[in-house]
C-alpha cells in the first residue's frame, strides 16, 4: 500500500518522540516555532497545503520558552490551531487505558483504576479557542480582555454523533459534559446531544457538568465510556485524565474531520525540559502512529499489532523516566519495534 503522510516534528521533545514514530512511518515538514524561525509564520500555506493533500500527517509537539512571550503577535500554539482549522478537524480523540502494570506509576489508588477504558472526544475547531470577537479594548480608561464561547448546532452535532457511534463498539455509554447551568453554548450543546441520541436508542445517554467531570474522573473514572465534551473543557480534562495512564507521555490522540486526511499527535507538549536528552517517552507519539494506520488508513490490525507491541515492551520493562523506567527514548523505540508481530 502506497500511502503520503507529512511528519510535523514541532518543538522540544516533538522531533524525538516523532522520530520514534518515524521508524514505523515516513516524512518531514515544519510547524510551530522552527517554522516562525524559519519563515516568520507558525504554519506557512505551502504547508497546510501538503497537509491537506496527505492520507494522514503525525505531528509531534509545539512550543517553548524561545517563542513564548504572551506578547508576541506570532506563536508556535497558532500553527497548530491553523492546522485544525485549515483541515476542518472538528474531532479529537484521547483514548485513556492504563497498561495494568503501570497503575502504581500513577498518584492515584490502584483499585480506582481498575477498569478504566475510555475515548475522551474533544469538539476541536469551535468555542472559545476560535470565537469571535476576540481581542482587548479600553473600556472607561480600565484595559479589558475577551473572548467568545460560539457553537453552532451543526457543529455540536457532528461531533456528538461521532461520539455515539464510537460507543457502539464500545460500552455504549456517552456521557456528554457541558455547563449547562451558567452557559448558553452548554444548554444548545446539552440539547442537542438529548436530539442525537434518540438516533442512538442503543446507546445511554448522560448529560455531567464539567465540574462534576473534573471530579468523577479522579475519583470514579471507570464510569465513563465515551465522554463527549467541548473544545477548551477537552484541553483541560484530558491533562487530567492523562494522570490515570500513568504519564502524559504515553497518551496519543487523533484529530479528525470529513473525508480529508487526519492529524495523528501525542497529547503531551514540547517538554522543553528535556529536550535533546534523548529521555522522552515515544509512546504518545507511536500510539499515534497506530491511530494514523486505524483511522486514516483503515489498517486495523497493523494499528493492533502497533498497540499491541506497545502493551508487550512495557510488560518487558521498557519504560522511560516519566513512568519510573531507566531505558532511553532510542531503547523504548527499539524495545517497541522489535515486537510488531502481524496475526
Ligand atoms: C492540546 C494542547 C493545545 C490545545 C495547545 C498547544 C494549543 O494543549 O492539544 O491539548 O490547547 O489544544
Ligand atoms: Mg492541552
Not at 515516513?26 to 516555532?33: D, F, K, Q, T
Not at 469571535?132 to 461531533?159: H, Q
Not at 495523528?264 to 514540547?270: A, K, N, Q
Request: with cysteine; net charge negative.
Amino acid at each position: 500500500m502506497k500511502a503520503r503522510i507529512i511528519l510535523l516534528p514541532g518543538d522540544g521533545i516533538g522531533p524525538e518522540v516523532t522520530r520514534a514514530a518515524h521508524s514505523v512511518l515516513e516524512r518531514v515538514a515544519i510547524l510551530g516555532g522552527c517554522s516562525i524561525d524559519a519563515s516568520g509564520v507558525p504554519l506557512t500555506r505551502e504547508v497546510l497545503d501538503s497537509c491537506a493533500q496527505a492520507d494522514a500527517v503525525l505531528l509531534g509537539a509545539v512550543g517553548g520558552p524561545r517563542w513564548d512571550d504572551p506578547q508576541a503577535a506570532v506563536r508556535p500554539e497558532q500553527g497548530l490551531l491553523a492546522l485544525r482549522k485549515g483541515l476542518s478537524l472538528y474531532a479529537n480523540l484521547r483514548p485513556v487505558k492504563p497498561h495494568p502494570l503501570l497503575l502504581d506509576a500513577t498518584p492515584l489508588k490502584p483499585a480506582h483504576l481498575k477498569g478504566v477504558d475510555m475515548m475522551v472526544l474533544r469538539e476541536l475547531t469551535g468555542g472559545l479557542y476560535f470565537g469571535n470577537p476576540r481581542g482587548r479594548d479600553k473600556v472607561d480608561g480600565r484595559l479589558r480582555a475577551f473572548d467568545t464561547m460560539e457553537y453552532y448546532e451543526y457543529e455540536i452535532r457532528r461531533v456528538v454523533e461521532l461520539a455515539f457511534r464510537l460507543a457502539r463498539g464500545r460500552r455504549k455509554k456517552v456521557t456528554s459534559v457541558d455547563k449547562a447551568n451558567v452557559l448558553e453554548t452548554s444548554r444548545l450543546w446539552r440539547q442537542t446531544a438529548t436530539d442525537v441520541a434518540t438516533g442512538f436508542p442503543d446507546v445511554t445517554l448522560e448529560h455531567m457538568l464539567v465540574d462534576t467531570a473534573s471530579m468523577r474522573l479522579i475519583s470514579s473514572p471507570a464510569g465513563f465510556d465515551v465522554l463527549v465534551t467541548e473544545n477548551m473543557f477537552g484541553d483541560i480534562l484530558t491533562d487530567e485524565a492523562s494522570v490515570l495512564a500513568g504519564s502524559m507521555g504515553l497518551l496519543p490522540s487523533a484529530s479528525i474531520g470529513e473525508g480529508g486526511p487526519g492529524v495523528y499527535e501525542p497529547i503531551h507538549g514540547s517538554a522543553p525540559d528535556i529536550a535533546g536528552k534523548g529521555c522522552a517517552n515515544p509512546v504518545g507519539a507511536i500510539l499515534s502512529a497506530a491511530l494514523l494506520l486505524r483511522h486514516s488508513l483503515h489498517l486495523a490490525d497493523e494499528a493492533e499489532a502497533v498497540e499491541r507491541a506497545v502493551d508487550r515492551a512495557i510488560t518487558d520493562g521498557f519504560r522511560t523516566a516519566d513512568i519510573r523506567g531507566t531505558h532511553g527514548t532510542e531503547e523504548v523505540t527499539e524495545g517497541i519495534v522489535k515486537r510488531i508481530t502481524l496475526r
